[in-house]
């Protein structure tokens, strides 16, 4: 028997006896294989000592006291093999801890740095730390299977959530992907690998030595044993392997509620049945008007060159009707940059801006910074006007610098803004490359109106001022 196995027998033994703090920390600096969190034990659970020993034992950790926080906060940041910290149980004393540290603001940004950024976007929502406008606003397009994974082996295993029963993702996710990813990611727990071969795995589990069917050298190979499953092995991953394994990867959107359990998402799905049904009319006059006028050659400028088969009074006829149409249908402009490679057809998106800015930016002051319920409200009223809607979320950013707002907050919603922005302590910088982006184009509206003007610079990608703020 191996040193860390005797030292894990007598471990185990003084947990579950006497349960002298003391003593299990120095049985655990000696090196032990810690087979779940200790977040059952109760002498133990609410310890600095759990903290320490789960650090050392590279197990997942449960903070629940300030106590506790302040050891996670030094471990997590001096931890010298950072890559083998898999994460933290996301309870809701820990995220607000994070969320409302003002004292160790670099210290937990490396620490939510570590954390996928989707699945904290679900945990801010589900504490009510971001409100329902703005998860709407800045939810991620998309989530893939891994982050589903983690929000509801999180869910399911550790915070007791029953909706997120793993067995449901059989349904949306391949099952020998679903077993790899949980046992790759909680692998350690050996209460969620006995789960796996109880509900999961039938006859074999194949080992991989890689991040698929990955399990940890500790008594899995026991539990294994107790449950009568054969080992296969498999040959090793390779190139081809994880290409297969990236092509059968999947995403998915938090507008179902199949896969989350959100208060809003029955009335949701019934929106966004409507607003897909807007965008589609919308898409199709689009299309209609350009292949109508425009043929499908790129010309040497990269613009697609005009259609002369029909005259000029018919063209513009035709480009002011839809012109018309986008100034009654303001809150529709379901496109990216992609019209920004036909003649006049810009003109749409920098029409709805206009009519934007006069309506809603004429003669602002402070209070238009201090309302940021108000900015919110229109970022979801448009969102499905994606310029409109970008521009927005930089105001929303802004008033919330200018409110104070928890910084971790800010940094995660810029990661979602789809836009090149840098932050710094008071302000925002836009970064562009050529006229054709819309920070570019974002930029040279809101820095010509007071008060935004004075929280944002817009930057070319070599670092000069294009418009000199302070």
Known sequence: MYPVDINTKEFYKELNNGCDIKKLESIAEKGIFLYEPLIKYDKIKDTESCIKISFNAFQIVFVNNIQQYNIFIE??????????????????????????DTSNIDKVEQILKQFDPVVLFFYFFEYNI??????????????????????????????????????????????????????????????????????????????????????????????????????????????????????????????????????FLEEEEIKLKNDNKKIKDCQNRVNNFINKHYSNVLNDYYYYDRNYVYNEDIFKEDLNELLEYFKNNIELYPFGKELFSYYDLHIIMFSQLFIFRKKYLSGIDSSFLEDSDHIIQLANKYRNNYVISLLLKVCYIISLI?????????????????????????????????????????????????????????????????????
């Open 402 to 470: 200018y409110n104070n707002r928890s910084i971790h907050v800010i940094r995660l919603f810029i990661r979602y803004t789809n836009l090149s922005i840098i932050l710094k302590k008071k302000h925002i910088v836009l970064k562009y490359s050529c006229d054709t982006d819309f920070e570019y184009h974002i930029g040279n509206i809101l820095t010509k109106i007071d008060p935004i003007r004075n929280y944002l610079k817009l930057l070319d990608t070599h670092g000069y001022s294009i418009i000199r703020i302070f």
């Open 75 to 100: 471990l997590a940041n001096n931890f010298y093999q950072k890559y083998l910290l898999r994460t933290f149980i996301p309870n809701e004393y820990i995220i607000k801890t994070l969320i409302n």
């Open 130 to 263: 971001i409100s329902y406008n703005e998860f709407k606003v800045f939810e991620p397009s998309e989530l893939d299977d891994k982050s589903l994974i983690l929000i509801y082996c999180l869910n399911y295993f550790y915070l007791n959530k029953n909706f997120y029963e793993i067995k449901k993702l059989l349904n949306f996710i391949d099952k020998n992907i679903l077993i790899g990813c949980i046992i790759f990611l909680f692998g350690r727990d050996t209460n969620i690998l006995n789960y796996i071969i109880d509900n999961l795995i039938n006859e074999k589990l194949i080992l991989n030595r890689y991040d698929f069917y990955n399990i940890p050298l500790m008594s899995s190979l026991e539990i294994i044993k107790n449950k009568n499953i054969d080992i296969k092995d498999a040959e090793l991953l390779n190139e081809n392997s994880f290409k297969r394994v990236y092509n059968e990867r999947k995403y998915f959107q938090f507008e179902n509620k199949n896969l989350f359990d959100i208060n």
